[in-house]
């Protein structure tokens, strides 16, 4: 659980996902140009913090509900009065204390902080989380679009305004209403905000705390190691509705 020294995206952590690949590799016949990398929420964080701590290891990398920024979600944790109130505690004894007491940890330990070099190695990423995340779940959908943003070339970035707005309000400015179609995302999830750019692709949709992992296996069956995204959508194809929204 994410709420020891060791947990919480720790440079014990990440060599501990490092090891595991290296195992692989070592006993099984693996294809080195197709090692994706798959995680919701704190896994969502955890994808994300590989992608920038190792780009190189992967062909492509899925985050469902992720957390990117640590500081900023113990702020959005501690000021609530729920269930999901107690992460900021967790994360205090993963970071030895506060946000105020120990930054550099918290920055060390967040993705936003080594998504640059994601982005620089040109790693493809796909995030997507259910619009309603923050208010049902615990992981308001400005952690996703701050990763996004940090990958995405700057005319593409989404504003802190616009943000605050798909924050509070549990949709998008219709500017950037998604109008296309995803076979992956049926009426009962459908798509509001789509977002690609460079090697990164935004999907904002009707759940919670919830990503799509039939949309993910479909979509990195198409990524190889080295190469720029690919973000075509298949003809057909079934949505994972029995991903958690809580």
């Not at 090891?19 to 969502?44: F, N």
């Not at 616009?162 to 219709?174: C, G, L, Q, S, Y």
């Not at 039939?214 to 949505?239: H, K, L």
Request: proline residues 6%; aromatic residues 8%; hydrophobic residues 35%.
């Amino acid at each position: 659980p994410n709420q020891t020294p060791k947990a919480c995206g720790s440079d014990f952590a990440v060599q501990d996902v490092l090891d595991a690949v290296a195992y692989a590799k070592a006993h099984a016949a693996i294809d080195e140009d197709r090692v994706y990398l798959v995680g919701s929420s704190g896994g969502g964080m955890m994808t994300l913090l590989m992608a920038g701590r190792s780009p190189e290891t992967w062909a492509a990398c899925y985050a469902a509900c992720p957390i990117s920024d640590l500081a900023r979600w113990h702020l959005e944790t501690a000021s609530r009065n729920d269930r999901w109130s107690r992460y900021a505690g967790m994360m205090e004894k993963s970071c030895g204390g506060s946000p105020e007491a120990r930054p550099d940890e918290y920055a060390h330990r967040s993705p936003i902080t080594h998504l640059p070099a994601a982005r620089k190695a040109k790693l493809p990423i796909d995030i997507c989380e259910g619009i309603h995340d923050g208010h049902i779940g615990s992981v308001p959908v400005g952690q996703s679009i701050r990763a996004y943003n940090a990958l995405a070339d700057e005319k593409d970035r989404i504003s802190e305004e616009d943000i605050a707005f798909i924050e509070e309000n549990e949709k998008v400015p219709e500017r950037l209403a998604f109008k296309g179609r995803d076979p992956f995302f049926d009426d009962a999830i459908r798509i509001y905000l789509r977002r690609e750019s460079a090697n990164v692709r935004l999907t904002l949709f009707e759940a919670g705390h919830a990503g799509n992992l039939n949309a993910a296996a479909d979509w990195f069956t198409r990524q190889r190691r080295g190469r720029p995204a690919d973000w075509s959508v298949p003809a057909t194809g079934s949505g994972s509705q029995d991903n958690s929204t809580y």
